[in-house]
């Protein structure tokens, strides 16, 4: 397409792309935007190198003027999106960009790799964490998914409220606090369950949190409350029917004199048996193939899609819309809002002309202007401001959107 | 883990882990071994560097001894794997690590992450390539999934036998061939269809795909011919109801006079839909969101497991597994082949004992030595042998087999 363009003059053509979904996935009642971030980072450094220019020209992919043309390769234009960690609603504007068609149009796979992915994964983190209703959450799910996609899971999991990740190259890329636990190896290493116990106290001290069913849960127990005289952190259930066992596990540390010793379960929890364990004296959850693939949806059905662009003259926006059967979009450059009433949302409102009214709550804000990047959006600081901002907007929404059940979305997209 | 092991002496006690599926996805008939190549690059940069372990040190993660003992990790220890690309089914011991505790238990995140998320492609891939029945299949999911994870979906659907892929990051990796198509932001683009189609045509030539679904098919294939005198390469339709479309669409190029003219389809395929346009006169397919996603079983289930260790004083191997209620291993190193009669497989056959039977084929071979890892398996070679692996290893398996239906895995696991 670039090399088409390039040719035919409508490269330097300005243009605005913006990335919404059409429908939330089924029986979902809100998204949650995530990737900003980790998109405005890429931006930052997204230059095409000589090794990958000579791989498309020696692939003819493209010809010398193109590869000039990405060797130069540096976005200019401008982007507004929804804060990081932001609410959606189907056809939510929640990435706009405006620079040339060119400029722009190369950033589509970037842009929808790192907002689809990272999406899906708040959008189930946001339920998990409504489930467990208070009680803290961490993600574990590195193993369940790409290398790479490990570190975004933890960094959109903590967006959506999860308060820690076993990911360590999480932590340091994204200062999100972390966590460790003792796999079945450990104890399956040692001699005895209780030398296996007794290293991993030596090591870490009696606030560690031991993995007690690798073979009797009920023995593990009593053997762990004993060598830490009833000062023990935590244990780990990892199996079986968890609200039976856990209320026995209760039981008995309650009865061996550990009431302060806390339960953690990590049993391919998703946000249904979280939910399930609402009644159950669990204290936190560790979760980790449903949170990592999204719970059933592990990609958010973003699309990135041209709305406008300029006359070849330059002085007149023209907005542009495809019409097939089954894709419908609306064309133009979009303003979005939140209409609020009495604090609590009651619709999202997206406009195709005019502004964003007195009793909307403003969506877009600027984060790339001319090519420059703001940094607040980026680093640490940015998935701490993207955590607290989803809290706030999570606590717009009407009551009831935090049903684990299906619905349709909690509130209307009015399209304007 | 490592800590502890480090300051109790079981650091260096030599162990088996093995990594295996409990269970094929719901109603999966078999699956595809993927990821070997990327988990063996991987493992032969695998480093902890200054920064990553200071930020463990500040963290106060790891000790000052485990400090020095990951400064100078280096993996040394002895690797065999079903080859890539090979079929798999429960209890299949797809990769065994032979080292010591600490360095092969470091390893855990990285084998599964590898494992789980392109063997959940390469499960998926497999079954659509059967649907396509010869019909050749692109992966187009780059938008899909993480932006690495990306590069290796468009790996793992080629191992499986996909014919291309649109991501050029992964034609340039792995060598694998790539495709491109024109967005429907490229005839928004211009000021007509025709001019858009005339500009992608000077560029590309008359082989060119044009996508024609952007206002009115009928109306675009019409110009499309007639722009090339019935010499276009193919046309692309990405929305509508296929099996229809697609027939009114071969009917009109015939009578415009372009029989040679292909048709290629992209609009939300999985296997189901693919095979539902068997008798569709369709040349090829182009998958995204389904294939990278696993086609709803996004990761491949995989758990790696410590099997079995050395006695303390080295002399003997002790088998270790697991006992709690829901979770049930078997210990002890294993030996597994697949018994093949008249050429096809009728059973997956897993040894705690003994060796592979004459009847047959021995399914793990060496990988790693002394931790030296052979480079048939890595790079661009390595993803051919695969690939050639896996069509030599699905044509083992009963007819049966590739159906789309759900059903029991396709031959039993005999775990002797």
Redesign the interface.
Same mark, same amino acid.
């Given at each position: 397409?670039v090399?088409?363009?390039l040719?035919?003059g409508?490269a330097d053509?300005r243009?605005v792309?913006e990335v919404f979904a059409r429908r939330l996935p089924d029986g979902r009642r809100y998204g949650v935007a995530a990737g900003l971030g980790r998109f405005l980072t890429?931006l930052t450094e997204f230059r095409f190198g000589d090794?990958?220019i000579g791989? =498309?020209r020696d +692939?003819d992919?493209i010809d010398e003027g193109t590869a000039r043309w990405l060797a130069d390769y540096r976005f200019t234009g401008d982007v507004r999106a929804y804060r990081e960690g932001e609410v959606f609603f189907p056809e939510s504007p929640v990435l706009q960009v405006e620079g040339t068609?060119a400029e722009s149009?190369v950033l589509?796979? =970037?842009a =929808?790799?790192?907002f #689809? &992915?990272?999406s899906a994964i708040a959008g189930a983190a946001a339920r998990m964490v409504s489930a467990a209703d208070g009680r803290p959450l961490a993600e574990m799910g590195? +193993?369940?998914? %790409?290398?790479? #996609?490990?570190v975004?899971a933890a960094r959109a999991a903590y967006i959506a409220g999860f308060g820690a990740t076993s990911n360590?190259?999480a932590? +340091?890329t994204w200062g999100i606090p972390?966590m460790?636990t003792?796999?079945?190896?450990?104890t =399956?290493?040692?001699?005895s369950e209780e &030398?296996a116990f +007794? @290293?991993?106290l030596?090591?870490?001290g009696d606030g560690t949190t031991l993995l007690v069913?690798?073979?009797?849960?009920e023995a593990a127990v009593e053997t762990a409350v004993r060598l830490t005289n009833g000062r023990l952190g935590a244990v780990r259930i990892?199996? %079986?029917?968890l609200p039976s066992v856990v209320a026995a596990v209760r039981a008995q540390l309650d009865r061996l004199g550990a009431p302060a010793t806390k339960i953690t379960v990590t #049993?391919d929890l998703d946000e249904y048996t979280i939910a399930a364990l609402r009644a159950a004296p669990v204290d936190s959850y560790g979760v980790g193939?449903s949170v990592?693939? %999204?719970s059933g949806h592990?990609?958010a059905g973003m699309v990135?899609?041209?709305v406008a662009?300029q006359t070849?003259a330059g002085d007149e926006w023209v907005p542009? &819309? /495809? /019409? @097939?059967?089954? /894709?419908v979009s609306t064309g133009g450059r979009k303003e979005a809002g939140r209409r609020l009433r009495n604090g609590i949302a009651t619709a999202e409102v997206v406009l195709t002309s005019g502004r964003v009214g007195p009793d909307e709550r403003p969506l877009l804000v600027p984060v790339v202007e001319h090519g420059e990047v703001d940094p607040a959006f980026l680093g640490v600081a940015g998935v701490e401001a993207a955590r607290a901002h989803h809290k706030r907007a999570k606590a717009e929404l009407p009551v009831d959107a935090s049903r684990i059940g299906r619905g349709d979305p909690a509130i209307p997209t009015l399209v304007i």
């Amino acid at each position: 397409m670039v090399d088409a363009a390039l040719k035919d003059g409508t490269a330097d053509r300005r243009c605005v792309f913006e990335v919404f979904a059409r429908r939330l996935p089924d029986g979902r009642r809100y998204g949650v935007a995530a990737g900003l971030g980790r998109f405005l980072t890429a931006l930052t450094e997204f230059r095409f190198g000589d090794e990958e220019i000579g791989f =498309l020209r020696d +692939r003819d992919v493209i010809d010398e003027g193109t590869a000039r043309w990405l060797a130069d390769y540096r976005f200019t234009g401008d982007v507004r999106a929804y804060r990081e960690g932001e609410v959606f609603f189907p056809e939510s504007p929640v990435l706009q960009v405006e620079g040339t068609f060119a400029e722009s149009v190369v950033l589509e796979t =970037l842009a =929808l790799s790192t907002f #689809n &992915a990272d999406s899906a994964i708040a959008g189930a983190a946001a339920r998990m964490v409504s489930a467990a209703d208070g009680r803290p959450l961490a993600e574990m799910g590195s +193993r369940r998914t %790409g290398e790479w #996609n490990a570190v975004a899971a933890a960094r959109a999991a903590y967006i959506a409220g999860f308060g820690a990740t076993s990911n360590l190259e999480a932590g +340091r890329t994204w200062g999100i606090p972390t966590m460790g636990t003792a796999a079945h190896a450990f104890t =399956l290493l040692h001699d005895s369950e209780e &030398a296996a116990f +007794r @290293s991993q106290l030596d090591a870490l001290g009696d606030g560690t949190t031991l993995l007690v069913d690798t073979y009797d849960i009920e023995a593990a127990v009593e053997t762990a409350v004993r060598l830490t005289n009833g000062r023990l952190g935590a244990v780990r259930i990892d199996s %079986g029917d968890l609200p039976s066992v856990v209320a026995a596990v209760r039981a008995q540390l309650d009865r061996l004199g550990a009431p302060a010793t806390k339960i953690t379960v990590t #049993n391919d929890l998703d946000e249904y048996t979280i939910a399930a364990l609402r009644a159950a004296p669990v204290d936190s959850y560790g979760v980790g193939t449903s949170v990592v693939s %999204g719970s059933g949806h592990p990609a958010a059905g973003m699309v990135f899609k041209l709305v406008a662009h300029q006359t070849p003259a330059g002085d007149e926006w023209v907005p542009v &819309a /495809k /019409k @097939s059967a089954d /894709k419908v979009s609306t064309g133009g450059r979009k303003e979005a809002g939140r209409r609020l009433r009495n604090g609590i949302a009651t619709a999202e409102v997206v406009l195709t002309s005019g502004r964003v009214g007195p009793d909307e709550r403003p969506l877009l804000v600027p984060v790339v202007e001319h090519g420059e990047v703001d940094p607040a959006f980026l680093g640490v600081a940015g998935v701490e401001a993207a955590r607290a901002h989803h809290k706030r907007a999570k606590a717009e929404l009407p009551v009831d959107a935090s049903r684990i059940g299906r619905g349709d979305p909690a509130i209307p997209t009015l399209v304007i």
